[in-house]
């Protein structure tokens, strides 16, 4: 209806330009903003109006503070996960890192196992939805899902260069002797006999 209205009076459908917030913040407060966040990825943009304000004596709303970081190429993303290192753990990485960054036919033997849960009652990732505002709480845009322990089960397998075993499906906790007596013992070892020079890599290790 716009559209048409706009073609009946001025003869275009050419978008008007759209006119944008004046600058709140001062370039030293830009760069400051962006000091503050970079040293911290996690802050808030609340912390870093508090913080803006207590060294400028200029309050600042958080959603300046975003339009700012905006501005200045930075946006709020998801974090990886990451396995917490000690020294011990970088020295060994390390040193095995010296030892087999010359292989090459070496890779062929070594035989690398995975386990990963499967959640039967809903996905336990993040799933972006595409919405418009004001559309948050339709029954389309909502995930449904139990808040309390969700069922499950946990498949195991392992692969080498020129086969692969089994997959082992595994039915509640895994722990150490129940890994031991149903994947090792029955799976991996007789695995490994028939590769007379497999390396066994086993997950995280």
Same mark, same amino acid.
């Given at each position: ?12 459908t050419?978008?008007?330009? *759209? @006119? ?6 001062? #370039? %030293? ?7 503050? /966040?970079v040293?911290? !990825? ?24 975003? *339009? @700012?970081?905006?501005?200045?190429g930075?946006? #709020? %993303? ?6 917490p290192? /000690?020294?011990?753990? !970088? ?34 990732? %993040? ?13 389309s ?15 195991w ?42 390396i ?6």
């Amino acid at each position: 209806m716009r559209i048409s209205d706009r073609w009946m009076q001025e003869g275009t459908t050419d978008r008007r330009g *759209r @006119s944008h917030p004046p600058q709140c913040t001062t #370039a %030293r407060e830009d760069r400051q903003i962006v000091r503050k /966040t970079v040293t911290d !990825r996690s802050v808030k943009s609340r912390t870093v109006a508090q913080h803006i304000e207590s060294v400028t004596h200029h309050s600042e709303s958080a959603r300046t503070i975003r *339009r @700012s970081l905006q501005q200045s190429g930075l946006f #709020a %993303r998801r974090s990886l996960l990451g396995l917490p290192l /000690t020294q011990n753990h !970088r020295r060994l990485r390390r040193q095995w890192c010296d030892e087999t960054r010359m292989w090459v036919v070496e890779w062929n033997e070594v035989v690398f196992t995975v386990e990963s849960r499967i959640c039967l009652q809903h996905h336990d990732g %993040r799933i972006r939805i595409w919405r418009h505002r004001g559309e948050r709480m339709l029954n389309s845009c909502v995930m449904h899902h139990y808040t309390g322990p969700a069922l499950g089960i946990i498949v195991w397998t392992g692969i080498g260069y020129h086969s692969c075993t089994p997959l082992v499906r595994i039915a509640g906790t895994l722990n150490s002797l129940r890994y031991i007596s149903e994947v090792l013992e029955p799976v991996v070892l007789p695995y490994l006999q028939g590769l007379a020079t497999a390396i066994f890599q086993q997950d995280n290790a």
